[in-house]
């Protein structure tokens, strides 16, 4: 009989890959893969550390695995078993922690995943961290998230990711196409390219060898992969290059997600980005100036050491005049061994929060803003096995979440509709622009 294997992922699309590739090396070595409800002979957890509350979270789903399976052998991989391996060793009902150079040999590590006295703490220095794993996503039929690049290489003063994940490192441009090429044998209609900081792609074994633009020109001309997303990206990496490209492009859609971090040069300054917000205004107008419906996502974080109201302020009027179309809202919290953690000026948390709020509400106003301008607007929607209350959903090439009458028909289909109006739920109806009968013939 096979031994069952379970995975649970906390954190990014980054981390969702990488369990997912996990996942298909164990089927790969005789492991039948189970959902994690279900009784397993082992459970691999997929930490982040980004997430608050790490170590709490950690310590639920490892007591939610020894409630199915007691029996379990149970191991911690991930950001934050890089960070803090021995703090995650003494959370009562761990036998492994791996670390970011180990995580991918933990076949060969564990040793049939046999229970021992104390748990392994196999975590080495993340400078030992420095190849690259070639991983995807398999969550469902129409979208995968394909890692093209790890670690970063700048020193953002409030970021562990590098401490966690180690240098800046891809694969080849031919290894991201021959991935691309088996993704476009499959269902797959959408890949979402992945990675901590995507527009450094091209730096192996230490050296630049492509950049970023060599690998969307490469993948552009894969046939069989409908759209390609670009995850996210630093505006001082988003070049004009790259724009004018995806607005030229077929296969490229028209969203872009770039981290903003703050509207205030001086916080920008205190966060050791790369840009001032002249530089984010810039991106933002060639973007609109190409392609004036495109969708623009900004992550913002909220509560900086130093940040005043003024400050805040600055921010806020910042974004509300911009033209983007929503925000990823983070409260900062302080991690261990940041610079950010022993700065002076830190914000109390009930401002912290207000802060956030103000934004939420700021990205809502946005996103209804952006949607109600492509009303009457026609689009090519990518339908999902995501069915609520009769409804199903799908998303347009400029990342619009349309609602529609469930019909299976249309599951992972790519279909042209008219966008008819924003519901109160805040989605948009829409109207097929060609009959099912003229698609399904
Ligand atoms: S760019 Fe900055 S925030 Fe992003 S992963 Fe690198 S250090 Fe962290």
Redesign the pocket.
């Given at each position: 009989m096979k031994r069952k294997v379970a995975f649970y992922t906390l954190g990014c699309k980054l981390n969702y890959a990488e369990t997912s590739s996990l996942g298909r090396m164990m089927e790969e070595r005789g492991y039948q893969k189970v959902p994690f409800h279900e009784p397993a002979d082992i459970y691999i957890i997929n930490t982040c550390s980004v997430t608050d509350n790490a170590d709490k979270k950690c310590r639920k789903v490892v007591r939610e695995a020894q409630k199915i399976s007691p029996e379990a052998y149970i191991c911690i991989v991930g950001c934050y078993a890089q960070l803090k391996p021995k703090e995650i060793a003494e959370i009562p009902g761990v036998d492994a922690v791996l670390g970011a150079a180990e995580k991918f040999r933990l076949l060969d590590l564990l040793d049939g995943f046999k229970k021992t006295q104390l748990p392994q703490v196999l975590a080495s220095d993340i400078s030992e961290a420095y190849e690259f794993h070639y991983a995807f996503s398999w969550q469902d039929r129409t979208r995968t998230f394909l890692k093209v690049q790890d670690g970063?290489?700048?020193?953002?003063t409030?970021?562990?990711?590098?401490l966690a994940?180690g240098k800046s490192r891809s694969d080849s441009v031919a290894n991201v196409l021959s991935a691309a090429r088996e993704i476009a044998q499959t269902e797959v209609k959408e890949v979402v390219l992945t990675g901590?900081?995507i527009g450094d792609f091209g730096i192996t074994n230490g050296k630049r060898q492509s950049r970023f633009i060599d690998l969307v020109e490469a993948l552009d001309e894969v046939e069989g992969i409908d759209r390609f997303r670009i995850s996210s990206i630093?505006p001082n990496l988003l070049s004009n290059e790259i724009i004018e490209f995806v607005a030229r492009s077929q296969r490229f859609v028209p969203h872009f997600h770039i981290?903003l971090?703050s509207g205030s040069n001086k916080i920008l300054r205190l966060m050791?980005?790369?840009y001032l917000r002249e530089l984010y205004v810039d991106r933002v107008e060639k973007i609109k100036q190409l392609m004036p419906h495109a969708c623009i996502g900004v992550d913002v974080i909220v509560g900086f050491p130093g940040e005043t109201d003024e400050d805040f302020l600055e921010t806020y009027q910042f974004l509300n005049e911009l033209p983007v179309s929503y925000l990823h809202v983070f409260t900062y919290s302080e991690r261990d061994h940041t610079p950010a953690a022993l700065m002076e000026g830190v914000v109390p948390q009930k401002v912290r929060t207000q802060r956030s709020k103000m934004l939420r509400i700021l990205s809502e106003k946005k996103r209804r803003h952006f949607y109600e301008d492509n009303i009457g607007r026609q689009y090519t929607v990518l339908f999902e096995d995501d069915v609520e209350e009769g409804y199903m959903h799908g998303f347009t090439e400029n990342y619009i979440r349309v609602s529609a009458p469930y019909d299976p028909l249309l599951i992972n289909e790519l279909r042209p509709v008219k966008l008819l109006q924003v519901d109160d739920k805040g989605k948009m109806q829409v109207e097929e622009t060609v009959p099912a009968y003229e698609i399904h013939k």
């Open positions: 970063c290489n700048y020193h953002c409030f970021c562990t990711i590098p994940r901590v900081n630093e981290p971090q050791r980005r790369r």
